[in-house]
Structure formats: structure tokens, C-alpha cells
């Protein structure tokens, strides 16, 4: 159907994503040795994935995600160590989790403008960082929790030493709520996110209920959030409170800056950028790295913005550009 | 049980008084040129290493060391506002943010690798230490001193925007920055002064607080929500607001350490809800 | 008779400042209604409390047999009240037709969907389309906002409005920076508009005014001044007064 020539954006796959994530299919024979850190990547890009829908789509600026990733990790984590070992269900009570606690806290963000979200996401943040903290005895505190078992993935797959089942579990559910996530970007509610980005009061003019839109979309992140925190709990069979931490929220806005923002694939490109850099470099000098990436930060926001997608539109177009300039002048 | 609850407001007063000191710089950015500048409290610590080494290394007197804490951040802010900040303020509160971000983990690696992660330790002089019985109540005589520094600034800048040309220009531009630049304010000026007044009364504030607060290259990150919370409860057209803000915050979250000091910590966040909740254009609104 | 638009005494102060005063107005059904005054006379602050973006200091707003005086903006928009902005408030970076299906969506229940493509969602697409035509703007569908002529934008304004489907349609300035020679169209579209919505007008341009206007309210320092079809104000001298220099 070809009735719609302005509005359609591409919604049958096209080649180069099916090659995307064939290629990551195939990480088990392409990186066999590296498949932990695989899942990590993909774990990073699932969570980068359910910010990109509150900051880049949006325009919720939050400092303060790790709040939900958390929760689920935990979920999971507290539900393996009492004895409940099953992947799938956890990682649905762990979503479902962390989803319910987003929609708690939506009420605070979705009113207010930029500096009251960020104060609010990052006090919220930093709350359940202390609260974690105190709470040790369930906690575990810095050590984390101990007891972790995972029963067989669908009771055939054993989460083995070589990361292999877990990169699996990983790579089905990554692409899974992408795959929701990519359809959701394209609906009706996708495009009303990013009006209300735009122009939240245009959009109330025009008979949307903003606050109540921003709410949904907001616990839904949150539940993203969640499921990608129980992966990395089922996946290293250990949680901390790390996972509440501040870091981990500012990291994920570097991810998804990197990656870019508010656009579909930004999420998993600078996930894995970032994880894969801080991997390799960051073994060398805990400091250097935080100084570096601070710096390399301020340089993408002077040069310009849009990550390494937005670079490779940027780069794509002005070959086009080129292109047609040669092929208008022969 | 009255004279702990004396003691209490009276400790919540003074650490209210630092944390405005410190977070009134961000106010006025923001209300000025809205520019969100997540790396104010940078500049607060580094009016606090400033005074340290100053202190530690020179052998200068506390006093003294104060002006110069207040001189390096309000000249680095300066140099700042000239070479980065002021590229900033036609983008997005994310290009901010972002920005300001990298800038504080810049400012944390580089304390980290110049003064290590340990705490600073200070050395009050003799005549800033111990306690005062005032009513029968004790007082720590540091932070009387720095109720009555606090409140001598406020005053301080209260007059100079108050009854000031240069305070008159300021309020100009906060309300209308367009206006003001076609009445012949220079707004671009008024805002460097501003700017750099800011980052130097953070500077102050964080050498003032290396007794109260505590200094190590984590300080930004751990006062961050403090100052926000400050700002976006205080509101960014009054000194006022800002500085209610910061004092009830002070109180509460002295009193909540000292009296649940198993949830103590949770009041502030507690506080800062019920506030958003009733009042979400922050505590002082423009009449 | 049920009045489309209807308001009782509504008034609005700011602390000592009383912005609107005792409005009492009443259109009924397929109305064309304008509202003038100088400036400062709280046209805007008006706008504001019929759509609800403030909240009266006293008064009630009628639409149809609702009060809706209590409601958010966005439920107004539901009920049938739609409005244009003084200033163009659209989305620059999308294209004509994407952001009319922003309010066709919406309308038509689509804007909860999180599941359906939006290039699937044929009925909107028609609608929408079907707003353009009858704003003559099918030419324009593809082009992105920013690249339309200011008077193109105007008409998108409407096309956004009208989208919504209202009863009751408030338009704010609608001429308000169009140039003459983009004028033409403008005024054919605010003479197409359907017959049976209720269209009020706030409006500097008397030529808009004085061309659609059935009748007109003068509003002045916040309170109704006078009322009446346009020849009557025409002749007004308080009217004359307080346009042309009477400091009132």
C-alpha cells in the first residue's frame, strides 16, 4: 500500500536491521569467547532502549532510571534467592515490579518542567540507593546477594559457564521488547510522544490528555527498565545495590546521547559503544576514565548532538548529497 | 527537650545557611539566562580545596583563606562562563545538563588524582572551636559564625539587588532578558557578574562547609540533589525563596538525623514531595 | 434555547490586578461571534479562562448543556471547544498532513493505539486529508511546516482546530501577521467553515471582523463595554473613544 507516501516510515523490516540482529544471532559462533560480555551489551541496550522512550521520544530528562532497573534486578534477585528459580516468570514479576513503582513515582515527573524532573528523578534515585543501603539485611548491601539460583531456561537450558544460554535468554527478550517497543514508535501513541515532546501545549489544544499519556509511557520504561535489571540478575546470578546506583543513571544518558537519541536503534549503538569502551579502557585507570569521558561528553554536546547515528545520517545524506550534485553535473 | 530542639534548629539553620550559600549561584543561573548548570557544586569544591591548600600549604589564616576561596571560583566561573557555559544558553536543558555533567566528572577525576579520595581534614582556629552557652543551651561557636556570615551576606545581597543599579539590572533581566537588552542593559555582562558572584559564593559555601559538609571529590555528585532541590523548590526569581528553601531543608534534615535517625535521611525526599505536590511553582511565586 | 458557548459573570484577577471582570456572553448554535478591544483589555486572559489553560476567580463557562468550567484543557478539546493560537503554535519539523493527523488521531480515539502503524491507520489518514482539502491545503501535505508561507501556517492553525472536530471553535487573531497579498485565503477558509460550529472570533483586524462578524462584543479594561451586530458598534462613540484615543 503506498497511500500514505509522506507519512509511511519504514514499517515492513528492511534489510539492514534483519542483518542487524542476524549478525547478533550468529554471536555465538562470532564471539564465542566473549558471550558474557555480549549480554552485557545487550542488557545496556535494553535499558538504554526504555530510556530513549522517556528522554529521547518523550522528552523527559531523568537522571534517575537506575531506579527501576534496580527494582527488577532486586525482583529477580529476592524471588531466586527465596527458592522461586524460574527465568521467565521472574523476569515478568521483576517487569511487573518495577513497572507498578513507575507509575508511583510518574506523578511527580510528568508535572513540572526540566529542572523540577531532574531533581525529582534524581532524588528518587538516590533514594532508593539509601533505602537499599540501610535495608543490607535484605539488601546485601555493597557485597550483594548471596543464593542465587536460576532454574534451566524453559526447564531445557542450563545457564552454563560460557554464557551461552544466558546470551540466548538475553538476545530473545532484547529483541522481543524491541520489536514492541519499534511498534509502539511508529503508532499513533509514539507520534503523540514526541508532540508532547515538541509541544505539550499544542497538544493539550488539541484534546490530549499529556500528563495522563506521559504516565503510561512512563511506567512502561520503567518496566523495561525492570526486565532488563532481572536479565542482569538471572545472567550473573548476583545483585547489588549498585544497580541503584547515580552512575548507572548518568551512564545510561551517555549511552543513549552517544547512540542518539529519539531514534530507535540509538539505544543498543551507544550501549554498545559505551560498554564495549569502558570494558577495554576503563581496566587501565578507574580516574582517566572518568576524566575522559567527561571530556569526550562536553565535545559531543559542542560539536553537536544525534551520536554516532545521527554522525552516520549526517555522513549518509552528504554522500547523497554529493551524489546527486555529480550526477546533476555529468 | 527544649534545649535539644534549640540545638537542632539551630544546627539545621546553619547547615540551611551553607546550602544556600552554595546553591544561590544556581538559582540565579538559572533564572537569568536558564541555563541548568549541573556543576555548581564543582565550583563549590573548588572554594573548598582552594581554602584547604591554601590553609595547608601557604600557611594562610582561615579568614583569610575564605576571600580566596570566594576569588578562585568566582574567577574560574568566570573563565568558564566565557570559554564553554555561554555556548549554551540557546540549547536544550539536555545539551546542558549533559554538558554540565561531563564538566563534573572532569572536576571529580581531577580532584581525585590531585588530593586523593580521602576527606579533607581542616583546622579551625582557636577562636572558631568549641561551644558557647548561650540560655543554657550549647552552642558550637563555628556555627554561629556561620549564621552570622550567612545572614551578613544575605543582607549583603539582598541591598545590592535590591537598591543597586547593577541588583535593578539583574531583576531586569531575569524577567525579561529581551526587554532589558533593548532598554541597554547589557545583559551578556550583567549575567558574567552574576555568573562568576555565584560561583564564588558557592566557592565560600564550600569552604565554609569543609567542617559541616565535608570535603572529597564526590562533593558535587553528593550535594546535587540538595542544590536542586533548593532551586526548584526555592523558585529562581527571589533570593528569598532560595534561601527559605535551603533553611527548612537544613532544619529538616538536622532534625530528621537526629530524632529517626533510622529514616532521617528519607526527609528530605519526604519533604521535597509534599512541597512539589502543593506547591509546584516552588515555594515563592512572582507576585 | 441552549447556547453553544455560554459564560456567566466569568472574571479572573491576579492579586490586585482584575484582569477580566463579570463576562457574561452567550452564542448560540453556528454563531460568528467576535470579540474586540484594545490592547491590555484581557482578550487573551478570556481565551485563557474559556479554554481552560487558567482557572476563573468567579463565573461559570457553559458549552452546550456542560458546565465545563472545572475542566482541563485537553477534556474541553473532547466536549467540543477548540481553538487557533495568536502566534503560530505548531510543529515545525513535521509535515502538513502529520500534524493534522496528530488531531484526527486523537479525535478519532487513535491516540492511545501503541500497536497499529500509523501509515495503516487508513480512516485517519482520509479524515485528515479531508481537513485539507477543505482548508485547500492538499497541495501542501508533504511539505514540513517550517517551509510553509506564514499565511500557509495560519491556515494549518485552523486545519489543527478544525481536526478536532468542535462544536465551538475559538480563533484567536487568525490574521495576526499575514500579510495582505496571503490574506485572501485566509478569508476564503474562514468563510468556508462549516456552518453549524460556532465560530468567536478575538480579533484586531476589523476587516476580518466587520466581514464575518454577526455580532460583537467590545471588551475594555476586562468588562464588557457593549454588544451588538457590527453596524451598531460601527456607529458606537464610546466604541470610536476608546479605540481611536479617549483615555477611558
Not at chain 1, 216 to 233: C, F, P, Q
Not at chain 1, 297 to 321: F, P, T
Not at chain 2, 72 to 92: H, I, N, Q, T
Not at chain 2, 147 to 175: K, Q
Request: some cysteine.
Amino acid at each position: 500500500m503506498s497511500t500514505a507516501p509522506g507519512i509511511v516510515r519504514i514499517v515492513r523490516f528492511p534489510w539492514h536491521e534483519a542483518v542487524f540482529w542476524l549478525v547478533l544471532a550468529a554471536g555465538f559462533w562470532l564471539w564465542p569467547k566473549h558471550l558474557p560480555l555480549a549480554s552485557q551489551v545487550l542488557i545496556a541496550g535494553l535499558f538504554t532502549l526504555s530510556y530513549d522512550l522517556i528522554l529521547g521520544y518523550s522528552g523527559i530528562l531523568s537522571l534517575g532510571h537506575a531506579a527501576y532497573f534496580g527494582i527488577g534486578a532486586y525482583a529477580a534477585g529476592l524471588l531466586a534467592q527465596g527458592g522461586w528459580g524460574e527465568p521467565l516468570s521472574g523476569l515478568l514479576a521483576a517487569g511487573a515490579c518495577a513497572g507498578l513503582a513507575g507509575f508511583l513515582t510518574s506523578f511527580l515527573v510528568v508535572r513540572g518542567q526540566d529542572l523540577t524532573r531532574l531533581m525529582v528523578t534524581t532524588a528518587i534515585g538516590l533514594l532508593l540507593f539509601e533505602l537499599a543501603n540501610r535495608l543490607s539485611s535484605i539488601t546485601g548491601g555493597v557485597d550483594g546477594l548471596l543464593g542465587i539460583e536460576m532454574a534451566p531456561l524453559l526447564g531445557a537450558f542450563r545457564f552454563d559457564m560460557y554464557g551461552r544460554t544466558a546470551y540466548g535468554y538475553c538476545l530473545a527478550v532484547t529483541f522481543l521488547l524491541f520489536l514492541g517497543v519499534r511498534r509502539l514508535v511508529h503508532s499513533p501513541f509514539g507520534w503523540s510522544l514526541r508532540g508532547m515532546r515538541d509541544n505539550p501545549r499544542r497538544m493539550l489544544a488539541l484534546g490530549y490528555p499529556v500528563s495522563h499519556r506521559l504516565i503510561a509511557v512512563y511506567s512502561l520504561s520503567a518496566a523495561i527498565a525492570g526486565v532488563a535489571g532481572a536479565l542482569l540478575t538471572q545472567t550473573t546470578q548476583f545483585v547489588s545495590i549498585d544497580v541503584f546506583s547515580f552512575g548507572r543513571s548518568a551512564d545510561v544518558m551517555v549511552m543513549l546521547i552517544v547512540g542518539g537519541a529519539g531514534v530507535l536503534y540509538g539505544g543498543l549503538v551507544g550501549a554498545a559503544v559505551f560498554t564495549l569502551a569502558y570494558h577495554y579502557l576503563s581496566a587501565l585507570n578507574p580516574v582517566y576514565w572518568q576524566f575522559w569521558l567527561g571530556a569526550f561528553l562536553i565535545a559531543i554536546v559542542l560539536v553537536g548532538r544525534g551520536g554516532v547515528l545521527g554522525a552516520w545520517a549526517r555522513a549518509v545524506s552528504a554522500l547523497r548529497e554529493k551524489h546527486r550534485r555529480t550526477v546533476t553535473q555529468s | 527537650m527544649i534545649a535539644s530542639l534549640l540545638g537542632v534548629l539551630f544546627d539545621g539553620l546553619a547547615y540551611g545557611m551553607l546550602l544556600f550559600l552554595i546553591g544561590v549561584g544556581l538559582s540565579v543561573t538559572l533564572g537569568l539566562m536558564n541555563f541548568v548548570n549541573l556543576a555548581h557544586g564543582a565550583f563549590g569544591m573548588l572554594g573548598g580545596y582552594f581554602c584547604v591548600v591554601a590553609m595547608a600549604r601557604w600557611n594562610v589564616p582561615f579568614l583569610a583563606a575564605l576571600p580566596l576561596a570566594f576569588a578562585g571560583s568566582a574567577l574560574s566561573g568566570l573563565l568558564f562562563e566565557r570559554v564553554l557555559f555561554r555556548r549554551l544558553y540557546r540549547r536544550s536543558h539536555l545539551d546542558q545538563v549533559l554538558l554540565t555533567i561531563g564538566l563534573t566528572f572532569m572536576a571529580i577525576a581531577a580532584a581525585t588524582f590531585a588530593f586523593g579520595p580521602q576527606q579533607q581534614a581542616m583546622q579551625l582556629p582557636e577562636y572558631l572551636s568549641g561551644q558557647l552557652n548561650v540560655l543554657g543551651v550549647d552552642l558550637n561557636i563555628y556555627r554561629v559564625f556561620l549564621l552570622a556570615l550567612g545572614a551578613a551576606l544575605t543582607v549583603l545581597l539582598t541591598l545590592i539587588v535590591e537598591r543597586t543599579r547593577f541588583g535593578a539590572a539583574v531583576r531586569a533581566s531575569v524577567d525579561n532578558a529581551r526587554v532589558a537588552e533593548a532598554l541597554g542593559i547589557r545583559v551578556g555582562l550583567v549575567f558574567q557578574i552574576a555568573f562568576a558572584a555565584g560561583c564564588g559564593l558557592a566557592g565560600l559555601g564550600g569552604a565554609l562547609g569543609v567542617e559541616v559538609l565535608g570535603l572529597d571529590p564526590l562533593f558535587p555528585l553528593k550535594f546535587m540533589v540538595y542544590f536542586l532541590l533548593v532551586v526548584a523548590v526555592g523558585g529562581t526569581s527571589t533570593l528569598k525563596g532560595p534561601l527559605y528553601a535551603a533553611l527548612l531543608l537544613g532544619v529538616a534534615d538536622v532534625a530528621g538525623k537526629y530524632y529517626i535517625p533510622e529514616v532521617g535521611a528519607f526527609i528530605i525526599y519526604a519533604m521535597m514531595v509534599i512541597l512539589l505536590i502543593l506547591r509546584p511553582q516552588g515555594l515563592v511565586s512572582r507576585s | 434555547m441552549t447556547h453553544a458557548l455560554r459564560t456567566s459573570d466569568l472574571g479572573k484577577h491576579f492579586g490586585g490586578v482584575r484582569a477580566v471582570t463579570g463576562v457574561s456572553l452567550a452564542l448560540p448554535r453556528g454563531a460568528r461571534h467576535a470579540i474586540i478591544g484594545p490592547n491590555g483589555a484581557g482578550k487573551t486572559t478570556l481565551i485563557n479562562l474559556l479554554t481552560g489553560m487558567l482557572a476563573p476567580s468567579e463565573g461559570e463557562v457553559y458549552l452546550g448543556e456542560d458546565r465545563i468550567t472545572r475542566l482541563r484543557p485537553d477534556q474541553r478539546v473532547k466536549r467540543g471547544l477548540a481553538r487557533t493560537f495568536q502566534i503560530n503554535n505548531l510543529f515545525p519539523d513535521l509535515t502538513v498532513i502529520q500534524c493534522v493527523l496528530l488531531a484526527v488521531c486523537e479525535q478519532r480515539g487513535a491516540g492511545v493505539d501503541a500497536w497499529r502503524p500509523v501509515a495503516r491507520c487508513e480512516a485517519e489518514i482520509a479524515a485528515a486529508r479531508e481537513v485539507l482539502r477543505l482548508l485547500r491545503l492538499e497541495r501542501a501535505e508533504n511539505t514540513i511546516v517550517r517551509e510553509l508561507a506564514y499565511g500557509d501556517q495560519r491556515l494549518v492553525e485552523i486545519a489543527l482546530a478544525l481536526a478536532c472536530k468542535p462544536s465551538v471553535l475559538l480563533l484567536d487573531e487568525p490574521a495576526a501577521g499575514v500579510p495582505k497579498s496571503e490574506s485572501q485565503a485566509l478569508f476564503r477558509a474562514i468563510a468556508d467553515l462549516p456552518g453549524e460550529v460556532t465560530v468567536l472570533f478575538v480579533e484586531h483586524d476589523m476587516d476580518i471582523v466587520f466581514r464575518f462578524a454577526q455580532r460583537i462584543t467590545v471588551l475594555v479594561s476586562g468588562s464588557i463595554l457593549t454588544e451588538g451586530p457590527p453596524e451598531q458598534i460601527a456607529r458606537d462613540p464610546t466604541v470610536k473613544q476608546v479605540y481611536l484615543g479617549g483615555r477611558a
